[in-house]
């Protein structure tokens, strides 16, 4: 089975500042991994993903992960905070195995940005 | 445009009613998830689907009801068994991975249902 925690259920940042959202996970097979970002009353969006190609994984809106085998973390970042990055942010994993493909979520970020 | 849509985004029901929300995807998925939303809590599996007529208890399937009888559909019903059914539902879909190597793994979720029982 394949977990993620998520460290810090609320961050808020300064506009313009850097954004860091940090996510563990733990899996007994190599993971794939996801960062899903949810604005109010709306579903999930794909930023970005890890299928064991590059461990520096650049998504959408200027938001980038890394991920670290030794750390079994996979940290989203963002240089610089602008307002509509205000939103949910999810970490996610799954297994490479046909038989354990499921999504398993962590239990969010929200993010503030402070103008 | 392929996507997934779940009806209705509000939905109202008085305790002790059966009700049940929709979810049709035009992706050719074949994996397609329930999950139930509370706040702090992120997204918990409710029942998920590998193949048509054939569906697995997530982690909170107490309560809750699905068919698969077509790919494109996985309709979910909320019984009266379930004893705090208010929540945001998200459905969801996905490839299956046919082992090492599978791209596009991620899953497409609906716009979601919102359930408040009264």
């Known amino acids: 089975a394949q977990s993620v925690t998520q460290l810090g259920s609320h961050v808020s940042v300064s506009e313009g500042a850097l954004v860091l959202l940090r996510c563990n996970y733990s899996?007994?097979?190599?993971?794939?991994l996801f960062w899903y970002v949810q604005y109010p009353n709306q579903g999930l969006q794909l930023l970005l993903k890890?299928?064991?190609?590059?461990?520096l994984v650049k998504g959408i809106n200027g938001f980038e992960a890394e991920f670290k085998k030794s750390e079994t973390s996979f940290h989203l970042t963002k240089p610089s905070a602008h307002m509509s990055d205000a939103a949910e942010y999810f970490c996610a994993v799954s297994s490479l195995r046909s038989n354990d493909y499921k999504l398993s979520f962590g239990a969010g970020t929200t993010v503030t940005v402070r103008a | 445009d392929g996507g997934i849509t779940q009806s209705p985004k509000y939905l109202f029901r008085k305790e002790g009613q059966n009700v049940t929300l929709s979810c049709e995807q035009n992706l050719n998925h074949d994996a397609m998830y329930w999950y139930r939303q509370d706040p702090g809590q992120g997204l918990r599996l409710i029942y998920y689907s590998q193949i048509v007529n054939d569906f697995q208890k997530g982690d909170i399937a107490e309560g809750y009801s699905v068919s698969r009888e077509k790919k494109e559909s996985f309709p979910l019903t909320v019984t009266s068994a379930q004893k705090n059914p208010t929540a945001f539902y998200l459905c969801a879909s996905s490839i299956v991975p046919k082992g090492q190597g599978a791209v596009n793994t991620e899953a497409f979720f609906g716009q979601g249902t919102r359930l408040t029982v009264v």
């Open positions: 899996s007994s097979v190599p993971p794939y």
């Open positions: 890890y299928t064991s190609a590059a461990t």
